[in-house]
């Protein structure tokens, strides 16, 4: 069956523009989380989504980012003034349902600002 | 907070098991996972270890904990060219926060034939 699947694959922006970044998380799967990883790291935990609403979205960095998941499955990350230091690549991953299922990650989106 | 260490790099020959080792700082871990990333794919996860065992074995992995010391290892046995890629360490720092990995920065390994 289809995985999770992130548009675009690559974004190459410029500084201080806005970014849209979409994930179509596998059919059914109730959670939905973004990640993000930069060059050399390991990903770094960003916003979990239980159905429509954001159940914690602690890691996000600051008021820039936001995301939404208006019909509880696709979901879409808002970058708005993008900033050289935003250049990473954006996982999403999706789980059937309760917190601590297995989290199926997509391919990601690499986010290039220049 | 929550931190978790791991080896940059690790080379071995075809054929030879493969240790990975990682450490952890949060004593509330409850789950802990193996994921491994291969270029211009997503994370897969290989195995995981719930925080009150020692061991678990699959197929050719083996988890070990070690709770008292907070390291975990993955031991890949008959490595192939195919394992080849970059292995992350990650937790679950609470049973409140089951749904947050906290990962390592990963460690990669290379096969040589």
């Known amino acids: 069956g289809a995985g999770v699947s992130q548009t675009p694959s690559n974004k190459v922006t410029e500084k201080g523009k806005y970014v849209e970044l979409r994930c179509d998380p596998i059919?059914?799967?109730?959670?939905l989380y973004w990640y993000r990883q930069s060059l050399g790291q390991g990903p770094e935990f960003l916003i979990y989504f239980q159905g429509t609403g954001a159940a914690d979205d602690s890691g996000l960095p600051n008021d820039r980012f936001f995301a939404v998941r208006p019909e509880g499955s696709v979901s879409t990350l808002k970058i708005q003034r993008t900033e050289r230091g935003d250049s990473a690549v954006y996982l999403c991953a999706s789980s059937p349902g309760a917190a601590g299922d297995e989290q199926y990650f997509g391919p990601g989106t690499r986010l290039t600002v220049t | 907070g929550e931190d978790v260490e791991q080896s940059l790099f690790l080379s071995v020959r075809e054929g030879d098991s493969s240790v990975i080792n990682c450490t952890y700082t949060d004593s509330s871990s409850t789950y802990l996972y193996w994921y491994k990333q291969e270029p211009g794919a997503g994370l897969q996860l290989l195995t995981y270890?719930?925080?009150?065992?020692d061991m678990k074995q699959d197929q050719r992995l083996t988890v070990l904990l070690n709770k008292k010391d907070k390291h975990l290892s993955l031991r890949i046995a008959d490595t192939q060219t195919g394992d080849s890629a970059i292995y992350f360490c990650?937790?679950?720092?609470?049973?409140?926060?089951?749904?947050?990995?906290?990962f390592g920065s990963g460690t990669r390994l290379l096969v040589r034939p």
């Open positions: 990650a937790e679950t720092p609470d049973a409140d926060s089951s749904y947050k990995l906290i």
């Open positions: 270890i719930f925080s009150n065992m």
């Open positions: 059919s059914g799967h109730t959670a």
